[in-house]
């Protein structure tokens, strides 16, 4: 079976054995993971190599820290303006489709003004919107970017340029799936569950310089706090930080994030050239701001497309179900997919074409 769900997504099989091995008893200790307290020497370790390992991989300058949080993309929707937008309370927002208004209306309504610069809305977010303003510096606190938009289906492969304004951006989707330099970000989020590990912790990278004493705003979400605390004010998700660790242990050893985006440019151009050349499935994206990780594919026909979803998972190919807002199939092509279940995937819709 191949799983291409958007979110919680594929591990790497060696993870999941691993998993299973360590689970009653981790390091010889003879106790789980799942039953470890966070304040032993053991957890310090994981925890603290999980770090290393990021810094490693994203080659992360000294003067970001690595903070892990609950709450989900969803809990940094506020977390974010909350921590950073103390000086004009005003955000701007490139819209990129659901994921990024999801960040707006979540700073609004928690009384932030949202501006948003361009969207793409009106063209059902087949496209990213182009910032053509010089961002004024003394304005917003920061610019909102969703670099991979799970549902629809692009990605930055090049930044806006935001003039000195603060630059987040919500990595969700394709953190270490795509290559990216730190450096040309102030905060990066992501929730770990698409490309690293399961549901229920997220990372933020953030500039040391931009954390700051903020009152008043829930202690879960407070950056200077958790920076003082390793991550640790109050109980972290033990066994996501620890199953993360392992994904990173794998990353490492396959060859980092060059390979992954080496691999994820191989799966991707694999389904994008047979969708390109198909007369029943097409692709509505922009080819130039195509994701790596999220391809989104239609026959027009929205009986038939389910018919589509319902064929791919008699073969074991599963969960290739489009988002209700955008129809049609979605295949998440995330580090752990192998490129047999693309190929897989891709003959699959081939022969369906076919007896058609
Ligand atoms: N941001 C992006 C790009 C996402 O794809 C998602 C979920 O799929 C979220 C945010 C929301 O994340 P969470 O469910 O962790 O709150």
Known sequence: VYNFAAGPATLPNEVITQIQDELPSLQGSGMSILEISHRSSMFDDIINAV????????????????????GGGTGQFAAVP?????????????????????????????????????????????RLPALTMTMPDDTYDYLHICTNNTIEGTAYHELPKTNHVPLVADMSSNI??????????????????????????TIVIVKKSLIKEVDGIPSVFNYQLFAKKNSMPNTPPVFNIYATGLTLKWLKKVGGIDEMQARNQKKASLLYD???????????????????????????????????????????????????????????????????????????????????
Request: aromatic share 10%; proline share 3%.
């Open 51 to 70: 770090q290393a390992d990021l810094r490693d991989l994203m080659k992360i300058p000294d003067d970001y820290e690595v903070l892990f949080f609950q």
């Open 176 to 201: 270490m799936a795509q290559k990216y330099d730190v450096a040309d970000f102030d905060l990066i989020f992501a929730g770990v569950q698409k490309n690293l590990g399961p549901a229920g912790v």
């Open 274 to 356: 047979f969708l390109d050349q198909s007369t029943l499935f097409n692709n509505p994206v922009k080819h130039q701001d195509r994701s790596l990780t999220n391809i989104p594919f239609m026959t027009g026909d929205a009986k038939l497309d389910l018919a589509v979803v319902d064929d791919l998972a008699a073969h074991g190919l599963m969960n290739l179900k489009g988002h209700r807002s955008v129809g049609g199939l979605r295949a998440s092509l995330y580090n752990a997919m192998p490129f047999e279940g693309v190929q897989a995937l891709v003959n699959e819709l081939y022969r369906f074409e076919k007896e058609m």
């Open 82 to 126: 909350m921590n950073l937008a103390t000086d004009h309370h005003r955000i701007a927002l490139l819209d990129s489709g659901h994921w990024a208004a999801k960040a707006g209306e979540e700073a609004k309504q928690l009384g932030y003004k949202v501006d948003t610069l361009a969207t793409t809305k009106a063209t059902h977010y087949d």
